[in-house]
């Protein structure tokens, strides 16, 4: 069941801040949206003075830690499939979609993107690796090894792809050339690092779903509430959208 909490947004400001300044949260956020995050955290702590505390990883890793008892409150994941998952486990009472992103290919070299695609830069035999993220952990890798295999390119790519842990290592890898080129999150164009090099869309990656739960092992149920209306808010949606999220 998807939760909304629009009536929570106004306990925003009935928190009292004494209070709040005691508290702390924490959270456990796929990879992707580190950039994105870490603005909201900070706006939010401005707000309620609740001090937001967060893990980046991976979502299949971030998965793995909650189920041995990893201590969050919140979990943003990079996909609906595990907290689902986590909801069927009895460890959530519901499940909400906080962003909607998309893979991309991006490179530092800013001549990588003078062919017509991406699946024409690809067929440019200076090109010799290619980061993406684990398939298996990471939705982002997921979505790009959709893309390969529906352009029949997968089978053809193997011994050039560098698989990296989570999608901000497959940016990390692009960024300091360690690779020619690597599949992203749309997000990581958007900051500084990003606006350096260069990027292709691509259209036959599905759209990155990712939904989140507050946990029901948490010992700060309110404040994970309120963090959870201030990520629906519309002050978290101008942010997500400057990182190309919906």
Do not use: H
């Amino acid at each position: 069941m998807k939760k909304s909490f629009p009536w929570l947004i106004l306990l925003m400001f009935l928190l009292p801040l004494s209070a709040a300044a005691q508290e702390k949260l924490s959270v456990a956020v796929a990879a992707n949206f580190i950039s994105a995050f870490k603005e909201i955290a900070a706006d939010f702590e401005s707000k309620t003075g609740v001090k937001v505390e967060a893990t980046f990883s991976s979502t299949g890793n971030l998965y793995s830690q909650i189920q041995n008892g990893a201590p969050y409150d919140v979990f943003l994941s990079a996909d609906e499939q595990r907290p689902d998952l986590l909801q069927k486990e009895g460890a959530t009472d519901g499940t909400f979609i906080y962003a909607r992103g998309q893979a991309i290919l991006w490179s530092a070299d800013k001549n990588f993107c003078k062919a017509a695609n991406w699946q024409d830069a690809l067929k440019n035999e200076k090109i010799k690796k290619l980061a993406i993220a684990n398939t298996a952990t990471a939705p982002y890798g997921t979505a790009a090894m959709t893309a390969l295999k529906k352009t029949g390119q997968w089978e053809g790519l193997q011994s050039k792809l560098v698989v990296a842990q989570s999608v901000a290592q497959s940016f990390q890898y692009a960024t300091t050339q360690s690779v020619d080129a690597g599949f992203c999150a749309l997000s990581a164009a958007a900051g500084a690092e990003g606006k350096k090099g260069c990027y292709y869309a691509i259209p036959e990656a599905p759209e990155v779903v990712q939904a989140g739960c507050m946990l029901k092992s948490t010992k700060n149920k309110i404040c994970a509430e309120l963090f959870a209306a201030y990520l629906m808010s519309d002050q978290a949606a101008q942010i997500k959208k400057r990182y190309g999220y919906r």
